[in-house]
């Protein structure tokens, strides 16, 4: 007789159960009939059917992260783009207009810029440090708001309030990408956002080795428009990276802190140096928002460091080739320090002139600051100075 490849109860575990949550790596999940197939697809039923629509190991890391953001269902997708997608499209139609902040991480820029209004969305970017701005940039039809609180790479601390309170007065819809800030800084839905979304693979999973999104809604309707629509489009994750995830969370809020004191001794350091030209930092004085680092980050400034050297290309690359220890590499949030240069990264899209309007120049960096000691590390950053000099 042929063995049966069927395995009823994979999981099963008798009288004692994992410690750790288990991978369920299955596509499907088999029933016993028709009636019971309806009933899991009304809701009267719970069980998975396909896992494109839904596993176990995406609804644990969901729950996880569910209760750091003060959410309820939220949905794991593919990647950090996937959640924006979901959030975007899922709930917009032909005809919305979206506002999103001009220093948005550079995929969402161009998703605005250049793909949704193909698809017959109108999108207005502008400084969401400034509520004005936004007031201005209203048109009857906007639907909906996107911000990072902390904006990419020049750290400027969005008007979280004034928008949320905006959006309330308008009926416009926030959507809050936290993945910079984390719910370690901000709860989103505390200050009234409608949806909140993350880049998983940054400093949630935390350890650059999984690709995952995180969107989450204030009401069961979006909710739904955002499920359906990821379902449908393939936006998604696997299993595994969901096991991955799930596994780096659970430290997540030491290595927070952790990195966030040693951003805030390395910013010191880098603005004490003759040869920085600007260490950026929000909770520093001379930061343009810093009175926003208490109101709205609640006095958690973050990971992420930015600075300015003299020199140019030349002085980037020399920079960059003797700070030994840091990875040059465009991302940010893992256990190690980061180092990225915006202008040939995530914003050379831009033009020199537009990228000078920002704030960059070419020997702009932007540092995620990782779990390394700090006198290490500015050793390291000292060294890459260094090798400026001597040019
Ligand atoms: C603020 C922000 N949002 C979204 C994304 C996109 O995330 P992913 O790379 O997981 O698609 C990124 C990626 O760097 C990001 O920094």
């Given at each position: 007789?042929k063995?049966t490849l069927?395995?009823p109860?994979?999981v099963?575990?008798g009288v004692s159960?994992?410690v750790?949550?288990?991978i369920?790596?299955?596509v499907?999940?088999?029933t016993d009939?028709?009636d019971?197939?309806d009933?899991?697809?009304?809701?009267?039923?719970?069980?998975?059917?396909?896992a494109?629509e839904g596993h176990p190991n995406?609804?644990?890391?969901a729950a996880r992260?569910?209760a750091l953001?003060g959410a309820?269902g939220?949905?794991i997708?593919?990647?950090?783009?996937?959640?924006?997608m979901a959030?975007l499209?899922?709930v917009?139609?032909?005809g919305d207009?979206?506002?999103?902040g001009?220093?948005?991480y550079?995929?969402?820029?161009?998703?605005?810029?250049?793909?949704?209004p193909?698809?017959?969305l109108?999108c207005?970017?502008?400084?969401?440090?400034d509520?004005?701005?936004?007031?201005?940039?209203?048109?009857?039809?906007?639907?909906m708001?996107?911000?990072?609180?902390?904006?990419?790479p020049t750290?400027?601390?969005?008007?979280?309030?004034g928008i949320?309170?905006?959006?309330?007065d308008r009926?416009?819809?926030?959507?809050v990408?936290?993945?910079?800030t984390?719910p370690r800084s901000v709860?989103?839905?505390e200050s009234?956002a409608d949806?909140?979304l993350?880049?998983?693979?940054?400093l949630?999973?935390?350890h650059a080795d999984?690709?995952?999104?995180?969107?989450?809604?204030r009401?069961?309707?979006?909710?739904?428009?955002m499920y359906d629509f990821a379902?449908t489009?393939?936006?998604?994750?696997?299993?595994?990276?969901c096991w991955?995830a799930?596994?780096?969370?659970?430290?997540?809020?030491?290595?927070?802190d952790?990195?966030q004191?040693?951003a805030?001794i390395l910013?010191?350091h880098?603005a004490a140096q003759p040869?920085?030209?600007?260490?950026i930092?929000p909770?520093?004085?001379d930061h343009?928002?810093?009175?926003r680092?208490?109101?709205v980050l609640?006095?958690?400034a973050?990971?992420?460091?930015?600075?300015e050297?003299?020199?140019g290309?030349a002085a980037?690359?020399?920079?960059?080739?003797a700070?030994?220890?840091?990875?040059?590499?465009?991302?940010l949030?893992?256990?190690?320090t980061?180092?990225?240069?915006?202008a040939s990264?995530s914003?050379r899209?831009l033009?020199?002139?537009?990228?000078a309007a920002?704030?960059?120049?070419?020997?702009?960096?932007?540092?995620?600051?990782?779990?390394?000691?700090?006198?290490?590390?500015?050793?390291t950053?000292?060294?890459?100075?260094a090798?400026v000099r001597?040019?």
């Open positions: 007789m063995p069927m395995r109860n994979p099963s575990t159960t994992p750790v949550t288990p369920q790596q299955s499907v999940y088999a009939a028709p019971t197939l009933a899991q697809y009304t809701g009267q039923e719970a069980g998975f059917t396909y494109r995406a609804e644990a890391l992260i569910d953001e309820e939220g949905l997708t593919g990647s950090g783009m996937a959640a924006v959030a499209m899922g917009c139609g032909a207009h979206i506002i999103g001009d220093q948005l550079g995929r969402s820029l161009r998703l605005m810029t250049q793909d949704l193909r698809f017959g109108e207005t970017l502008v400084d969401t440090t509520v004005d701005a936004v007031v201005a940039a209203l048109k009857p039809n906007t639907r708001i996107l911000i990072e609180v902390v904006s990419n750290l400027r601390i969005a008007d979280l309030h949320a309170e905006l959006c309330k009926d416009v819809l926030l959507v990408d936290n993945t910079f984390t709860k989103p839905f009234g949806i909140v993350h880049s998983v693979t940054k949630l999973a935390g999984v690709t995952l999104g995180y969107v989450a809604a009401t069961p309707e979006l909710r739904k428009a379902v489009t393939g936006l998604t994750p696997s299993p595994f990276e991955l799930e596994r780096g969370l659970m430290t997540f809020d030491l290595r927070y952790k990195a004191a040693t805030q910013a010191e880098l040869d920085v030209l600007r260490a930092y909770s520093r004085g343009p928002d810093h009175l680092t208490q109101s609640g006095g958690q973050g990971n992420m460091v930015s600075f050297i003299k020199g290309r980037a690359n020399a920079f960059s080739r700070a030994q220890g840091v990875a040059f590499a465009p991302t949030g893992d256990v190690g980061t180092l990225s240069h915006p990264s914003h899209a033009t020199p002139e537009d990228r920002l704030g960059m120049s070419e020997g702009f960096f932007r540092v995620s600051v990782g779990l390394e000691d700090p006198d290490a590390l500015m050793a950053f000292d060294a890459g100075l090798a001597a040019l």
